[in-house]
Structure formats: C-alpha cells, structure tokens
C-alpha cells in the first residue's frame, strides 16, 4: 500500500522587530533600564530626605500635584494618591500655613519612574489581552524565577515598560508549541505533539526561540493549517 504523501510546506520568516527584541533578551538589556531605574529610586530616597533647600514656586498643593501626575499620564484614582501620602511613600512638606505641599522634583522623579515600568498587575493585564492562556500565576512564577527582570519600590514589583511591550509583540504574533496543538485540533486536525516537534525540526514551519520556548509565527501557522485541511478534506 502507498504511502500518503507527507505534508510539506516551507516558509521564510521575514520579521525584523522579532530579531530584535530576541537580541535584547540574549543581551540582557532589559537590566539596563532595570538599573536606571533603581537609580531613580535611589533619587527618591534622596528627596524624602531633604527638605531643606527649595523655593516656593517648587512646591505644590495636594490638589494641584494630583492634577500635575493626571496630566502627565499617571491615571490614579485621587484615593490612591491621597493614601500614599498619608503613608508616607509620596513626602510632603507641611508649609507655614499648615497646608501640605509636595516638591516638584519629587513629582517628577515619580513620573520618570513611571514612564518607564508597568505594575505587576498593570504588565499582566497587557500580555493577558494577546495571551489569553496565561494566568497571573503563571506570570508571577516566570518572575520569581528570575526570567523576567523586576523592580520593587515600597513592596510592589514593577517591570520595563519596553520588556512588557515587547512581549505583547510576540504574543500578538506568534503561539507556543502547546497552543499551536490547540489551533490544529480547532481545525479538525489531530497531530501530536511529537509530529508538531519534528515539522519545526524540519524547517517545515519557521519558529522563534525565546529562552527555551519555541513560538510559531501566527499567521505561517494558519496558512499551514489551510492547506493541510485542504490536502486532507480536498476542499
């Protein structure tokens, strides 16, 4: 009896920007702005701490401090922002008049920092949207074990803006081998896992390494699964 002819399909994966973001993972240059970042925290510390040397015009009401941050693009909520300072994670100085006020230099170092990270929660939400699969413990996991660099200020764990961006790409554009199985399966097709492995093995579908994980580039792998169906279902 004749064999039946192996699937065979060869693409050329042509995405500059992946290339990119895998060279700065190989070269760690996400820790860069890790380090800049500390460095901002250290400056923090530093404000908190001196009081001394400031004039008038550098200083801001409760309220009007709260409209500087809205305005430049930190959303919170005004309740969130008055427990900081109740805290104390945010300092003031109570002037004269027995009115607090915050430096502006303090409000801009929050707003250096803040252009640069998202929360833990905040980084999660954006890769949830493209990687529906991925659960917050799941995320929370891949940061204690160190694949993924993260700051913390006053308890709370921050990562690079440019990292979380970064991977949003990649998840917007490409699948894991495990949700690769998934889509086959989707459309009618039930290969396993090994026949997936050996097809990357192959060169039959392109892919990209990131760490030990390899991912499929989205819209190859749709094309590939078209024409499969239409070889097995002669549509």
Request: a positive charge; hydrophobic letters at 35%.
């Amino acid at each position: 009896m004749a064999r039946k002819p192996m699937f065979k399909t060869k693409y050329n994966l042509n995405d500059q920007r992946v290339y990119e973001i895998i060279q700065r993972f190989e070269n760690e240059n996400y820790l860069g702005t890790v380090n800049k970042l500390e460095e901002l925290v250290q400056e923090y510390e530093e404000e908190r701490r001196m009081y001394q040397d400031y004039s008038r015009d550098e200083l801001y009401t409760v309220n009007d401090a709260y409209k500087y941050l809205r305005a430049n693009g930190i959303d919170w909520e005004y309740n969130i922002f008055k427990g900081r300072l109740d805290r104390g994670s945010i300092p003031v100085i109570i002037g004269d008049d027995g009115n607090k006020y915050i430096l502006k230099s303090v409000l801009d170092n929050i707003l250096d920092f803040h252009n640069e990270v998202y929360s833990l929660h905040e980084a999660y939400e954006k890769i949830r949207k493209v990687n529906p699969r991925l659960t917050l413990r799941a995320f929370i996991g891949r940061i204690e074990k160190e694949k993924l660099p993260v700051i913390i200020v006053y308890r709370k764990r921050f990562l690079p803006k440019k990292l979380i961006d970064d991977l949003v790409y990649i998840y917007s554009n490409y699948v894991e081998v495990s949700h690769a199985l998934s889509i086959y399966r989707e459309n009618g097709l039930n290969i396993s896992r090994n026949t997936l492995e050996r097809r990357l093995d192959r060169g039959m579908l392109p892919f990209i390494k990131l760490g030990k994980k390899r991912l499929i580039p989205k819209d190859v792998l749709m094309k590939s699964i078209e024409e499969e169906r239409r070889l097995k279902f002669n549509l």
